[in-house]
């Protein structure tokens, strides 16, 4: 059949399963805007009150989800305002499709109005990128996009459009998507999981560190399933929360700069360490070369860009997570390290995570919502302080629940990602935990939240400071306070009421219990919980930059 290109943009749309896209629309994009109109029974588009809320808003769809998460913008600064979200979602291997509308054929290369080379400027922070001239390519081109940004290890893919290519019109047939073959990404022998295996059966000490490519590959029972078989402790990284659940024994807590002490001194230990779909950040790491320096540290993950760039290895596989573990698991023996782990018990009795209990904090806050919701909330976060508290004291029981900037460390993350796990996740609890630093960069985005009456939860931990920041100045800059205090007489309550939600404000932990359950009741209104806490409340344990993990210290220390 013969179709225009905004008509093809849907209909291949819809091919790849695609219920729900945010966005923003421009005149560039107009064609593709007034398609949408016409089927906005079978695609819901969620308008943002910012582009950079439409990519964030897509990252959080994705990431709770597992599909690929789809934004839209038209040309110039609309495109230019989605950079952020994609590059998040670029760090942190997140499935998205950003598509951008550009200025006419005839009219590129000639500076005109709203004109960006958006395919260039992404080019370093995208999977691949896309610029349709002709009609004739674009049905190919977005199904190569959703292939892309799916298959591998994920990543965001952009398609900018000229207006032209939106309008003309070609032949056009319908294909059925076709399923990524896992299977192609995986490069290794029998000899290489037999080597592996090996490694982990003479282990005496082991320790398992799962990342983020655990929970992208849905590999959860596998990584549980060798946790129980060889009796070992495992940690994970901020992105790899959910993967193990918290309530396990076995379970030690997240690793690294803020980790705890349980696990960077098991780690500091352990024979042989098993690195799950992980990258072996800086802030996991710390000194490397004091990072797991007695034991043999196997990789594996399906980019082998990541074997041996930050760590070097013993062992390693390249592959899809829940492939490798599934042939790995029948090769691996029976274990009890009941004297290994006897000595992580000890290290968790000795070194508990702790937080004042004499005021307020942010660490009650979040202790109370984990009990409050069962520890099944989809929570994400923005980043900061309140971003490590959520990862050290929020008990994640399940993949795909915590949903936060680990590469990028993008504040202002947390709200959109929040209505995009909403939208994907109606039936589930959706809170969104931020700092007032954080909160103030997207705060517009609460509108969206009530215009398509969302009922999240906005939590904003106030202490009136960019608290992280200051963390560091007070440890490590002479506690010179260099643009960290924020002296405004901003009332979030009142902001957040004026932007159609509810509000109140915590100020005693008598409060806490009340104000979280009235929150959590809500049935079709965003509410926003404006939590105020001492500016020099501090995140403990801490690593010393460029320090090693197992000299991690806390408020004791100092």
């Known amino acids: 059949m013969i179709l225009n290109g905004s008509e093809i943009v849907v209909e291949v749309l819809k091919e790849e399963g695609v219920d729900t896209i945010f966005g923003y629309p ?143 019109t070609c032949e056009f047939t319908s294909k059925t998507p076709v399923t990524p073959d896992r299977k192609k990404f995986d490069h290794y022998t029998k000899e290489d999981l037999q080597k592996v295996a090996d490694m982990i059966n003479a282990s005496e000490r082991p320790f398992l560190y799962v990342g983020g490519g655990a929970v992208i590959s849905g590999a959860s029972d596998e990584v549980r399933e060798i946790i129980r078989k060889i009796d070992s402790p495992a940690c994970d990284s901020l992105l790899g929360k959910g993967a193990v659940d918290a309530n396990d024994p076995h379970y030690t807590g997240m690793i690294g700069m ?158 959109g990602a929040c209505i995009g796990a909403k939208v994907a996740n109606p039936d589930r609890t959706c809170v969104n935990i931020a700092g007032d630093g954080c909160f103030r960069m997207n705060m517009n985005e609460l509108m969206t939240a009530s215009r398509n009456k969302l009922p999240i939860v906005e939590i904003v931990i106030d202490n009136r400071v960019l608290g992280m920041v200051r963390q560091w100045q007070t440890l490590f800059y002479g506690k010179r306070y260099s643009n960290t205090i924020i002296e405004d007489e901003t009332d979030y309550c009142k902001a957040a009421e004026a932007m159609g939600c509810s509000a109140y404000r915590i100020e005693s932990c008598d409060e806490v219990d009340d104000i979280l359950k ?28 460029g320090g090693a993990i197992a000299d991690a210290f806390d408020e004791n220390d100092l």
């Open 258 to 415: 803020h980790g705890t002490k349980a696990s960077n001194k098991g780690v500091s230990d352990c024979d042989m360490l098993l690195t799950l779909g992980a990258r072996f950040s800086d802030r996991v790491t710390g000194n490397v070369n004091t990072f797991a320096s007695k034991a043999n540290i196997i990789h594996i993950d399906i980019d082998d860009a990541e074997i041996n760039k930050n760590v070097s290895t013993d062992a390693h596989i390249v592959g899809d997570m829940k492939d490798v573990l599934q042939d790995l698991i029948p090769m691996l023996e029976e274990k009890k390290h009941d004297d290994w782990m006897k000595v992580i018990e000890g290290y968790k009795k000795e070194f508990p995570m702790t937080y004042p209990k004499d005021r307020l904090t942010c660490q009650y806050v979040i202790e109370r919502l984990d009990a409050l919701t069962s520890s099944n909330a989809i929570v994400s976060t923005d980043v900061g302080q309140h971003q490590m508290w959520t990862a050290q004291f929020y008990k994640f029981k399940n993949p795909r629940q915590l949903l936060t900037s680990g590469g990028l460390g993008t504040m202002g993350y947390g709200l």
């Open 26 to 168: 421009g005149g560039s994009i107009l064609n593709i805007y007034d398609e949408l109109y016409k089927h906005r029974d079978e695609i819901r588009h969620v308008l943002t009150s910012h582009e950079q809320g439409a990519s964030h808003a897509a990252d959080g769809y994705a990431r709770s989800t597992g599909k690929v998460g789809v934004c839209m913008a038209t040309s110039g600064p609309g495109a230019t305002n989605l950079v952020t979200g994609i590059a998040t979602a670029y760090m942190d291997s997140v499935p998205m499709v950003a598509i951008t509308a550009n200025v006419g054929l005839n009219l590129l290369g000639k500076d005109t109005f709203q004109e960006v080379d958006i395919v260039g400027i992404t080019m370093p922070i995208t999977k691949h990128g896309f610029i349709v001239k002709d009609v004739k390519d674009l049905a190919d081109t977005l199904r190569r996009a959703f292939k892309i940004a799916r298959s591998g290890r994920p990543g965001p893919v952009v398609v900018d459009i000229t207006k032209n290519a939106t309008s003309d």
């Open 518 to 545: 009235k929150a959590l009741a809500s049935k079709d209104k965003p509410v926003l919980i404006d939590v105020v806490i001492h500016e020099d409340d501090k995140v403990f344990p801490m690593v010393s930059p």
